[in-house]
């Protein structure tokens, strides 16, 4: 079974820059996450997606950043214009369902993103 | 005062010891516990999930929860080098609330 695939896997912008990051889940997972890993912290969830309805949102910062799962598989995440604080790996991890397997999120390698 | 508090380490054992890991976190409504294994560049992996307190063995790795004291624990006996890693806890309420991650502890298991 092939796991989460996300591209890029590194990219350097300038600030005030745009940047798009392409996450494909696991096949057949209903459920998308992005998560934002700042060095050193653990990963705090942007986005959560159940097929392609928004679930959680709450932690997306909406002036900056977007993000889209259109026909409920691939996912883009959008940041513009970026800041220095955006410098982060973006995680991608699908689940299965809602239900009571939503503890098992695959994860994906990230991308590794630095704003200079 | 965050929700999940994990001692960021670095923790450095040699090969064979006993780890422990702990976790305290502050929101009685966490049920389900996990934690992941993320090694240098790639994402995490689920290593062990409890649910409500309790113990629960995996191999070498055991993963204790003490909902009345509000804190979790994995311990991995035997500790091999390719244990070298970050570990993160890792917790929610419902089955589908979000996730709420700690900080995350480096460990490296010296040969």
């Known amino acids: 079974e092939a796991g989460v695939a996300q591209s890029p896997r590194y990219k350097i912008i300038e600030k005030r820059q745009s940047v798009a990051f392409w996450c494909n889940p696991i096949?057949?997972?209903?459920?998308l996450y992005w998560y934002q890993q700042i060095l050193g912290q653990g990963p705090k969830l942007l986005i959560q997606?159940?097929?392609?309805?928004?679930?959680?949102d709450s932690q997306l910062p909406k002036d900056r950043f977007s993000a889209e799962r259109l026909k409920g598989v691939d996912s883009t995440l959008k940041i513009q214009p970026a800041k220095l604080e955006d410098s982060a790996v973006y995680l991608c991890?699908?689940?299965?369902?809602?239900?009571?397997?939503?503890?098992?999120?695959?994860f994906g390698p990230g991308t590794r993103l630095t704003v200079t | 005062q965050k929700e999940v508090e994990q001692d960021p380490g670095p923790l450095s054992v040699p090969e064979g010891a006993i780890v422990s890991l702990n976790c305290t976190y502050s929101n009685s409504a966490f049920q389900y516990f996990m934690w992941y294994r993320q090694y240098s560049r790639k994402g995490p992996e689920l290593l062990m999930y409890t649910y409500s307190s309790g113990n629960k063995e995996d191999g070498r790795f055991t993963a204790q929860v003490d909902k009345s004291s509000k804190y979790i624990s994995l311990f991995i006996r035997d500790s091999q080098p390719s244990d070298s890693a970050t570990y993160l806890c890792a917790m929610k309420g419902t089955s589908g609330s979000r996730l709420t991650f700690g900080e995350g502890t480096q460990l490296t298991v010296n040969p």
């Open positions: 997606f159940q097929n392609n309805g928004v679930v959680d």
């Open positions: 096949s057949g997972h209903a459920t």
């Open positions: 991890a699908s689940s299965p369902t809602t239900g009571s397997l939503t503890y098992e999120q695959y």
